[in-house]
């Protein structure tokens, strides 16, 4: 009964790490049709950025912010100096982000060292918590709350402000909401931003249950490819439903049959894509 | 004219290890050529058939660890097990067609990419089978009729006659007029569908042709380094053998061989200096990508035009 338990804490902590994730490449995909392919690079980068942080002595939430705050830099900076001179052509678009993403992961390994590094939670989530008889590691409970709060952020963004219409508008049909004056490339800097940052932050409170080392951000990019085509690309919902679903697909199979859980994995990619190509929620057809 | 570049050329090729001497350029020359297999067959699918695929080292993967496993643990002989990898490394991208090809596109480029990451993490975590990190180590290469290719003038020469057949049967291949109806699926999909082409049958031949000519590549690699392990599928392997294709000219037949010789040069020569290979590759790759889109060939012929305008 425990190992369920608590396994079904470890996958639901997970699905929270993929949501933060999965959201921002989803929306990014959703409203500039190109799949960022540094986006596991931002996670991981983020992860460093927090670590660096947090080992020069100042407090986690500082490293959330840190974290945050340069990785929706330097997605701002990767938006305008190369994907928006490229635009129009997606696959260049594409192909260029897995170059910045060679780049970012080659650098940290110099900067940063070969070493899994790990953080510690702060001090007053490191304990475990008591539900029904049962203890729960506490960090992770919080890590479900966080991703929780914020699917909400992003729900309550999209559709109740004039920005999230905005982009709700452009994703659905984009020559249409620039023809009535939705400024489009204002938006692209935006979504970019906001995914890039999601993803640092995403990188940084995952450091404690998956610690950080070079290949974070190739382990990360499938599992956000895998939930993007699973819950349907630019759909936040499916983004949502896709992290969960993956992350007890993957602890699951991870604590039951060690040598495949890799392949249990894409395991319902492949039947979804054979099913429905544009996954459970998605509108834009693959 | 271009009759004489080629003749200049297969003669270059045929005496280069007496031009150049020692084994570490013929050593060079030979993985520039089996790099070049990898990225002919790789613009097939690209080039031709105009879908973007980010998971060919994953045929490299297959076809070399196949091979290797039935050899160091069946006593298969080197022509069976190649045989076996490479037909059933075919017959395995056969398959990943069925589903991949249900997308085109940039959702295309996603799919071939989580198969890739798919069978690099079964070569890391299957321990049992692969080896782990570790990889398979302890082959040979072979000897057909008693020519030692443990030798690097020998494996030159072998390299080179493989590649020559490759690239025969490839041009074979495009300039039919089967490969007219693989550029149209790329250009027009719809019309050619309208009249009458089966575009999906198309496009999945031309995928398991790619699988299948990326299959011998994977064996001529694991024949050069004796070795293979979970590096050689990694994201990084299958980005670099797209470079290839894309710097040299995607959808030309000289220019993934072109792409292949520059970026294992520079990776060669950059090698020698530092220790970032991989930012190297991103850099170059962002490079290509804003300036020079089609590919050297591409650009070379627009400076010859703008040449000729300007006189």
Known sequence: ?286 | MNRILFTIALILLLALPMITGGSYYTNLASQILIAAIFAMSLNLLVGYAGLTSLGHAGYLGLAAYISSWLMVNSGFSHISSALVGILSTTAIAGIFGLIALRATGISFLMITLAFGQILWGLAYRWVNITGGDNGISGLTRPSPFGIDLGEANNFYYFALLIFCIVWLLIAILVRSPFGATIRGTKDQPRRMSALGFNVWLIRWFTFTACGFFGAIGGIMFVYYHQYISPHSLSLANSAEMLLMVIAGGAGTLMGPVIGAALVMLLKNVASQYIDNWVTLLGLVFIFIVMYIPGGIVAGYDRFKNYLNVTK
Not at chain 1, 13 to 37: C, E, H, K, P
């Open chain 1, 1 to 286: 009964m425990s190992f369920w338990l608590i396994q079904s804490l470890n996958s639901l902590a997970l699905g929270g790490v993929l949501f933060t994730l999965a959201a921002g490449f989803s929306l990014i995909f959703g409203l500039m049709r190109i799949a960022n392919l540094s986006h596991g690079a931002y996670f991981m980068l983020g992860a460093y950025v927090g670590l660096s942080v947090v080992e020069a002595g100042h407090s986690f939430f500082l490293a959330l912010l840190a974290a945050g705050v340069a990785i929706g830099l330097l997605g701002l900076v990767v938006e305008r100096f190369i994907l928006r001179r490229l635009a129009g052509n997606s696959l260049s678009q594409v192909l260029a982000t897995l170059g910045v993403a060679f780049v970012i992961a080659d650098g940290s390994l110099w900067f940063w060292g070969g070493d899994p590094r790990l953080v510690s939670a702060p001090s007053f989530l490191a304990g475990g918590i008591k539900i029904i008889g049962q203890t729960f590691p506490l960090y992770r409970v919080a890590l479900v709350v966080f991703s929780i709060v914020v699917a909400i952020g992003l729900w309550l963004l999209l559709d109740k402000t004039k920005l999230g219409v905005m982009i709700r508008a452009s994703v659905d049909d984009r020559q249409m909401a620039q023809g009535i004056g939705v400024p489009a490339t204002k938006l692209f800097s935006i979504v970019f931003c906001l995914g890039s940052a999601l993803a640092g932050i995403g990188g940084i409170a995952a450091a404690p249950i998956l610690s950080v080392y070079p290949g974070l951000d190739a382990d990360m990019l499938p599992l956000a490819l895998v939930v993007v085509i699973l819950g349907g690309l630019g759909s936040l919902l499916g983004a949502f439903v896709g992290s969960f679903l993956i992350g007890f697909i993957y602890s699951f199979g991870q604590a039951l049959f060690p040598d495949l859980a890799y392949i249990i994995l894409f395991l319902p990619m492949l039947i979804i894509l054979a099913v429905r190509p544009r996954g459970l929620f998605g509108k834009i057809s693959a």
